[in-house]
């Protein structure tokens, strides 16, 4: 079967950086995204990867490494409103969005 | 630009009744349209999707519809509801093309079954 894995919640701290992680295992791959989503709010788009590497923007970066099945989010200079979830997601060999459960992530002063 | 509305945004709903969700896109043509269900804890969880005028993909059976009968409009109805059919809904769009780049989402509709 397709999973994507991601840790279910994670804290940090203002000002600092933090690293989110996400594997997965699906049939093909045709690019993997990065969404933030404040709670009770929809998603919105934060990266998009597709080659192996890292794609910065801003205070985010994401890396992909497809032949570990792996990306990351890295988010530096942590504010509070970064306080959200953030959802993994691949597209696979249909170009079918498969998604992880999301990353809730807590910033503490 | 383009803009994407859905609604109702809250919604409490008996079981048994009917259910109708509206989305509409708007500074766009032939969008793909999408219906997902997030439950809490979980993935994003595919409804439906169309890539034109009355052509429905559904992803997973289930007492819920869609029907698309304008080019930016999507519905998601239900004839009776379920206490599983609790959630929150999002309506989506994305250009048309297979290689098609991010989900555009609009604002959500949490619907409680009671």
């Known amino acids: 079967g397709q999973n994507i894995d991601q840790p279910t919640e994670m804290t940090a701290t203002e000002g600092a950086i933090v690293q989110i992680n996400c594997t997965y295992q699906?049939?093909?791959?045709?690019?993997l995204f990065w969404y933030q989503q404040h709670a009770g709010e929809a998603p919105t788009f934060l990266s998009y990867?597709?080659l192996d590497g890292l794609e910065e923007k801003g205070r985010f970066s994401s890396f992909l490494s497809r032949s570990k099945g792996y990306s990351y989010l890295l988010l530096k200079e942590l504010q509070m409103k970064d306080s959200a979830s953030y959802l993994c997601a691949v597209r696979d060999s249909n170009y079918q969005l498969i998604w992880g459960a999301g990353t809730k992530l807590i910033i503490k002063p | 630009s383009q803009t994407i509305h859905q609604w109702p945004a809250t919604l409490v709903q008996p079981v048994g009744s009917p259910l109708s969700l509206e989305c509409t896109v708007e500074?766009?043509?032939?969008?793909?349209l999408y219906w997902y269900r997030q439950a809490a804890g979980r993935g994003l969880q595919l409804l439906f999707y169309?890539?034109?005028?009355?052509?429905i993909s559904s992803e997973v059976p289930q007492n819920l519809s869609a029907s698309r009968p304008q080019d930016r409009q999507f519905i998601l109805s239900s004839k009776k509801l379920l206490l599983s059919d609790s959630g929150f809904y999002l309506c989506?769009?994305?250009?048309?093309?297979?290689?098609?780049?991010?989900?555009?989402f609009g604002e959500g509709s949490r619907l409680t079954v009671l």
């Open positions: 169309s890539v034109g005028i009355g052509q």
């Open positions: 990867n597709v």
């Open positions: 989506a769009w994305s250009r048309p093309a297979l290689e098609s780049g991010e989900l555009f």
């Open positions: 500074g766009t043509s032939n969008p793909n």
């Open positions: 699906t049939s093909g791959f045709n690019g």
